[in-house]
Every structure is written in structure tokens, then in C-alpha cells.
């Protein structure tokens, strides 16, 4: 699971840059390639402003998509549905935004798959704080929607050298392309090559290639680790 601590740092210094209305801190991520800013409306359960470097992490197809106000319960794995919905419907305690002062800020956080335009699923962590939105004082959930590269993208725009950010994360959620996704399902249901080949009609030959660079990408061994690594990244 990635550490949401560099968000939440992030988010509690733009929470009080933005406190009179913390929903304009969204542009401030549009070019951003895998950290995307959101504010929600807790009362009509949609979101109002979204980044748009939802783009780049999730396909335009989902930028449209929360643009129109949607959410993503449908594009959520089905073992995260129920932790999904959660989130976005339960108030954590309201962020004081009326004193610049206040020290108490209540950050929430979630991880969860959501499926890419493409196919593929995503691990992605959400991070936010509730608030009461003036002047018609509106609950709001605004927030942080991140992907395995945003502590290597902060430590670039950062110019950090020797940082204690993990460089050698898996970026998963970036570069597992859809078959390698398909293909990293398979395994994981204990199918052999032959039989993963079958299924998708796709040579040997170019299941042990997939099978191959999934490995170099997760950073294993072998293949049981690749199912066990796999497994923690909820990849499968």
C-alpha cells in the first residue's frame, strides 16, 4: 500500500492557502500525470470539480465521466465496492475553515482498483478531509486521488536527492498493460502457460513473454512471488 503520508502533508498545506474555499485548489494538479485533486458534494453525492489530471491516471473516458458529476461505483473492483461507497458517503469529522488557526485537520483515506478506459485495473489511494462549504453551507469531501507514481513525481519537482521517498516502488498501476493484466489474472487462478494460451488464444511463447516482464515489473523472482506480490498491490 503506498504511504499517504506526503499527501496528507501536501493537502494540509493548500488546505490553508485555499481555506475559503478549498475547492479551488483543484487546477493546481492539472498537469500532474498521476495525482489528481477532486472536491465532492457530500449532500447530492457527486462530484463537483475534478482535476484534470484524471486524464492521465484513469483515460478520458473517466475524466468525462466525473466531469458529468458520475461517480465510479461501476468501474470499482467488486471486492472494493462496498469500502468505495463507504468513503464517499460517511463524514469523517468537519475541518474548521473559518479559523486560519486550527490545528485540527481530519484526513480520511481509502485504497482501492478502479478500472482503466483501457481495461485494466488501477491501484489507486484516495485521500481527503470533510468540510461545510459557504455560503450554502454544503458538506463537501475534498481531496487527493493518487496513483504508485506520485512519490517519484514529487521527488522530481522537488529536485530531492538522497530523499527517504521510496524510489523503487512497483509502478503497477502505470505500466501493467491490459493482456499483462489478463495474462497476471490467469496465473493467479493457477493456470499453467498452455492452458493461460488457450484462453486468450494467444501463443506460449507470448504468455512466457508477458510472464517475464510482469516479473521484472513487480520486482520478483518468480512466479509465486509474482502472485504474491500481485496479491498485495490488488492486482488480482
Given amino acids: 500500500m503506498m504511504d499517504t503520508f506526503y499527501l496528507t502533508d501536501i493537502l494540509r498545506v493548500l488546505f490553508v492557502c485555499f481555506q475559503h474555499n478549498p475547492g479551488n485548489l483543484i487546477p493546481v494538479f492539472d498537469a500532474s500525470k498521476s495525482i489528481a485533486a477532486f472536491d465532492y458534494d457530500l449532500n447530492t453525492k457527486k462530484f463537483t470539480r475534478v482535476s484534470q489530471s484524471v486524464l492521465a491516471i484513469l483515460g478520458n473516458n473517466l475524466l468525462c465521466t466525473i466531469q458529468k458529476g458520475n461517480t465510479l ?3 470499482i473492483h467488486p471486492s472494493d465496492t462496498m469500502q468505495f461507497l463507504s468513503y464517499f458517503n460517511i463524514t469523517s469529522p468537519i475541518s474548521n475553515i473559518s479559523h486560519p488557526e486550527c490545528k485540527s485537520y481530519f484526513f480520511n483515506s481509502m485504497a482501492c482498483r478502479i478500472k482503466h478506459e ?3 485495473w488501477k491501484y489507486l489511494e484516495f485521500v481527503s478531509f470533510d468540510y461545510r462549504y459557504s455560503p450554502n453551507n454544503t458538506l463537501h469531501k475534498c481531496g487527493f486521488i493518487a496513483d504508485g507514481l ?3 513525481e514529487m521527488a522530481n519537482a522537488l529536485a530531492i536527492k538522497n530523499s527517504k521517498l521510496p524510489r523503487n516502488i512497483p509502478h503497477t498501476s502505470t505500466t501493467v498493460t ?4 489478463e495474462v497476471l489474472n490467469l496465473i493467479g487462478k493457477g493456470l499453467i502457460a498452455k492452458e493461460i494460451a488457450r484462453n486468450l488464444n494467444i501463443s506460449v511463447t507470448t504468455v512466457i513473454s508477458h510472464r517475464k516482464n510482469l516479473i521484472s ?3 520478483v523472482k518468480n512466479t509465486a512471488e509474482l502472485i504474491k506480490q500481485a496479491t498485495k498491490l490488488m492486482l488480482i
Fill in 73 to 75: 461505483k461501476d468501474l
Fill in 118 to 120: 483501457n481495461g485494466f
Fill in 150 to 152: 506520485f512519490q517519484t
Fill in 178 to 181: 491490459k493482456r499483462e493484466s
Fill in 217 to 219: 515489473k513487480l520486482q
